[in-house]
């Protein structure tokens, strides 16, 4: 079955730098939701989109702003990379009643700031 | 606030059922009981989810208290590929789940 991709899976920046993730959704969901997870920490929600509209923000910083796309992919763009921005990226897609339904997660981008 | 209270971590003998138990004493009558797993250095996994009834599936079982003001998760038989933290959290009918404060499972062979 169909799993939600993501891209790239490892990302190597300097402070500064922008980086954009990619994440594709399981064909015929169209909810999107991207989580941060930090060395040792919990996944953190950062915003998610419903039918290409933003539905919930989460700890997302005023540096990272994301879309959802006609095709229901979605990428998240982040700029002036901090150090504490080396984390796990987590994208998640679903469909269904809300509260009741089912997140699919990628397998993650690493991201790096050095 | 979706707070939910877990062990922060157990130990299982592989081949032996896991107990694991959430309290979630505020939780609203319409808000559902998700249950999600991470193994290492992957992404979460769902592994079922309920609003009132006892419910099971391939992966595991629920068991919802009769006030839904707690939760255990059972795995029958535990194996070594079931290490993981496991993330109970209420679905207080939005999209995103709030995850925090899982209990870290250990299976010994």
Redesign the interface.
């Known amino acids: 079955a169909a799993g939600?991709i993501q891209s790239p899976r490892h990302l190597i920046k300097e402070k500064r730098e922008t980086a954009t993730l990619k994440c594709y959704p399981i064909p015929r969901h169209d909810?999107v939701?991207w989580?941060q997870q930090g060395p040792g920490q919990?996944?953190?929600?950062l915003i998610?989109f419903?039918e290409k509209m933003q539905?919930?923000k989460?700890s997302i910083p005023d540096r990272f702003s994301a879309q959802q796309f006609s095709d229901y992919h979605s990428e998240l763009n982040m700029s002036s990379l901090e150090l504490g921005d080396s984390a796990l990226y987590?994208c998640?897609s679903?469909w269904g009643e809300?509260?009741?339904?089912?997140?699919?997660?990628?397998?993650?981008s690493r991201l790096t700031v050095l | 606030d979706a707070k939910t209270t877990q062990p922060n971590s157990m130990e299982s003998n592989e081949e032996e059922p896991v107990h694991l138990p959430c309290n979630h004493s505020t939780i609203s009558g319409t808000d559902y009981i998700h249950w999600y797993r991470q193994l290492p250095s992957q992404g979460p996994e769902y592994v079922i989810h309920g609003l009132t009834s006892n419910v099971n599936n391939r992966m595991a079982s629920l068991a919802i208290a009769e006030d839904r003001k707690s939760s255990t998760l059972i795995l029958h038989r535990a194996t070594l590929r079931d290490a993981a933290v496991y993330y109970c959290i209420r679905n207080n009918a939005g999209n995103m789940l709030t995850f925090g404060g899982g209990t870290r499972l250990m299976v010994k062979p």
């Open positions: 939600v909810t939701y989580y919990d996944p953190q929600f998610s419903y539905s919930d989460g987590f998640a679903s809300p509260g009741a339904n089912v997140l699919t997660f990628g397998a993650g």
